[in-house]
C-alpha cells in the first residue's frame, strides 16, 4: 500500500538505547525498545497501541512525534518524508501533529497560567493574528468544557482531569491533523477518565482528528479505537479492526490482555488466561518468539524461530506460528 494513501505510515523503526553497568558506567549491550515497528493511521482514524509497561509503545509513540530520532525506519506524514523535514521546515509542519502527555501535572507550566500557555502555540506558529489569540483561547477551552474565565487560572487550581482538558486545549490550537494520545487517562480517576476519553470522541466527531492512542488499558482502546496494534517487548504481535481483535484475539499476548478487562451486567466474562512471571528484558529477549516463556500454548519451534509478523485475513495481522488457538 502506498504511504500516500494513509495520514500516517511507519515502516521498520527501531529504537534502542545503551544498557549501563558498573561504578564507571560503561557499556554492557543495548535495550531494544522498540525493534521494527511498522503502522499506518488513515485520516480520521484511531489507531489504538496497546501493550504492558516497557513494551515500547510510549516510545514508538515520542519516536513518530520526533520527540527522539529513531535509529533506522522511514516515517511519512502526510504523503512527505517525515524524517527528511528539519530546521523550519519541521517547525511549520509541527502544527499538523500535536501530542499529549500522560500527565498533565508535568506537562503543563506551574508557573503560568492556563490562558497562556493554550496561547503559546498560537504565537509560536502564528496561527490567528496577534490581536484574535485571546478570544481563539477562549473558543479552545470552550471546546474542552472549560469557562473563559478559566484562561486566567495556573494549573494547580485545576482537578487532575480539568488540567488534561487544558493539554488538550494547547494541542489543538494548531489546529492539527493527527494527536498522539500518550496514556491520555491513566492518571485519571475512572470517571474523570470517562470524561477526557468522551470529550476526545467528541473532537474527533466535530473535527475530523485523527489518533494514535497509546495505552496499558485494552478496555479504553476498545472503546475509542476503530483499529488496535498489539505490542510486546518492542514489536507489533496483532493488527487488525478493534471489534475483530477484541472478539477473536489471533496472537495469545492479546487473549491474555482482554481476559484481564473486568466484565459487567449479562455479558459473559472472557475466559481467565494468567502468564506467568513478568516480561523479559528488552536488553536480553529470549531466544525465538520473545513470547514464549510466558505463552501457554508455546511449542518447540516458539523457542527457535521468531514468527514474523504475517497476513491472517484481508484487514489482519499476527507474529504467532498458532494464531487463534487461545481464542475465546
Given at each position: 500500500?502506498?504511504?500516500?494513501?494513509?495520514?500516517?505510515?511507519?515502516?521498520?523503526?527501531?529504537?534502542?538505547?545503551?544498557?549501563?553497568?558498573?561504578?564507571?558506567?560503561?557499556?554492557?549491550?543495548?535495550?531494544?525498545?522498540?525493534?521494527?515497528?511498522?503502522?499506518?493511521?488513515?485520516?480520521?482514524?484511531?489507531?489504538?497501541?496497546?501493550?504492558?509497561?516497557?513494551?515500547?509503545?510510549?516510545?514508538?509513540?515520542?519516536?513518530?512525534?520526533?520527540?527522539?530520532?529513531?535509529?533506522?525506519?522511514?516515517?511519512?506524514?502526510?504523503?512527505?518524508?517525515?524524517?527528511?523535514?528539519?530546521?523550519?521546515?519541521?517547525?511549520?509542519?509541527?502544527?499538523?501533529?500535536?501530542?499529549?502527555?500522560?500527565?498533565?501535572?508535568?506537562?503543563?507550566?506551574?508557573?503560568?497560567?492556563?490562558?497562556?500557555?493554550?496561547?503559546?502555540?498560537?504565537?509560536?506558529?502564528?496561527?490567528?493574528?496577534?490581536?484574535?489569540?485571546?478570544?481563539?483561547?477562549?473558543?479552545?477551552?470552550?471546546?474542552?468544557?472549560?469557562?473563559?474565565?478559566?484562561?486566567?487560572?495556573?494549573?494547580?487550581?485545576?482537578?487532575?482531569?480539568?488540567?488534561?482538558?487544558?493539554?488538550?486545549?494547547?494541542?489543538?490550537?494548531?489546529?492539527?491533523?493527527?494527536?498522539?494520545?500518550?496514556?491520555?487517562?491513566?492518571?485519571?480517576?475512572?470517571?474523570?477518565?470517562?470524561?477526557?476519553?468522551?470529550?476526545?470522541?467528541?473532537?474527533?466527531?466535530?473535527?475530523?482528528?485523527?489518533?494514535?492512542?497509546?495505552?496499558?488499558?485494552?478496555?479504553?482502546?476498545?472503546?475509542?479505537?476503530?483499529?488496535?496494534?498489539?505490542?510486546?517487548?518492542?514489536?507489533?504481535?496483532?493488527?487488525?479492526?478493534?471489534?475483530?481483535?477484541?472478539?477473536?484475539?489471533?496472537?495469545?499476548?492479546?487473549?491474555?490482555?482482554?481476559?484481564?478487562?473486568?466484565?459487567?451486567?449479562?455479558?459473559?466474562?472472557?475466559?481467565?488466561?494468567?502468564?506467568?512471571?513478568?516480561?523479559?528484558?528488552?536488553?536480553?529477549?529470549?531466544?525465538g518468539c520473545s513470547f514464549h516463556p510466558r505463552c501457554p500454548i508455546a511449542r518447540p519451534r516458539c523457542r527457535e524461530e521468531t514468527p514474523p509478523l504475517s497476513?491472517?485475513?484481508?484487514?489482519?495481522?499476527?507474529?504467532?506460528?498458532?494464531?487463534?488457538?487461545?481464542?475465546?
Open positions: 500500500m502506498s504511504a500516500a494513501l494513509d495520514l500516517l505510515r511507519v515502516e521498520e523503526i527501531r529504537k534502542s538505547y545503551p544498557v549501563r553497568r558498573g561504578a564507571f558506567g560503561a557499556a554492557r549491550g543495548r535495550l531494544r525498545a522498540v525493534d521494527g515497528v511498522s503502522l499506518h493511521v488513515a485520516s480520521g482514524e484511531t489507531l489504538g497501541l496497546v501493550g504492558e509497561s516497557g513494551s515500547g509503545k510510549t516510545t514508538t509513540g515520542r519516536l513518530i512525534a520526533r520527540l527522539e530520532e529513531p535509529e533506522s525506519g522511514r516515517i511519512w506524514f502526510d504523503g512527505e518524508d517525515w524524517l527528511a523535514l528539519s530546521g523550519e521546515a519541521l517547525r511549520r509542519r509541527r502544527r499538523d501533529l500535536q501530542v499529549v502527555f500522560q500527565d498533565p501535572q508535568t506537562s503543563l507550566n506551574p508557573r503560568m497560567t492556563a490562558g497562556d500557555q493554550v496561547a503559546e502555540p498560537l504565537r509560536v506558529q502564528a496561527i490567528v493574528p496577534r490581536q484574535q489569540v485571546r478570544s481563539r483561547v477562549a473558543e479552545l477551552l470552550a471546546e474542552v468544557g472549560l469557562s473563559p474565565e478559566s484562561a486566567s487560572r495556573f494549573p494547580s487550581e485545576f482537578s487532575g482531569g480539568q488540567r488534561q482538558r487544558i493539554a488538550i486545549a494547547r494541542a489543538l490550537a494548531t489546529r492539527p491533523r493527527l494527536v498522539i494520545c500518550d496514556e491520555p487517562v491513566a492518571s485519571l480517576d475512572v470517571s474523570v477518565a470517562a470524561q477526557v476519553v468522551n470529550l476526545l470522541l467528541d473532537l474527533r466527531e466535530r473535527s475530523g482528528l485523527s489518533y494514535l492512542f497509546v495505552s496499558h488499558d485494552l478496555a479504553t482502546v476498545e472503546r475509542i479505537s476503530d483499529r488496535v496494534a498489539v505490542m510486546y517487548l518492542g514489536r507489533i504481535v496483532e493488527e487488525g479492526p478493534t471489534a475483530e481483535v477484541t472478539s477473536r484475539p489471533l496472537h495469545p499476548y492479546t487473549a491474555a490482555l482482554l481476559s484481564a478487562v473486568p466484565s459487567a451486567g449479562p455479558v459473559p466474562a472472557r475466559a481467565r488466561v494468567v502468564l506467568p512471571g513478568e516480561p523479559p528484558s528488552a536488553a536480553d529477549p529470549p531466544h497476513p491472517f485475513t484481508s484487514s489482519r495481522t499476527a507474529a504467532c506460528f498458532y494464531p487463534g488457538e487461545l481464542a475465546p
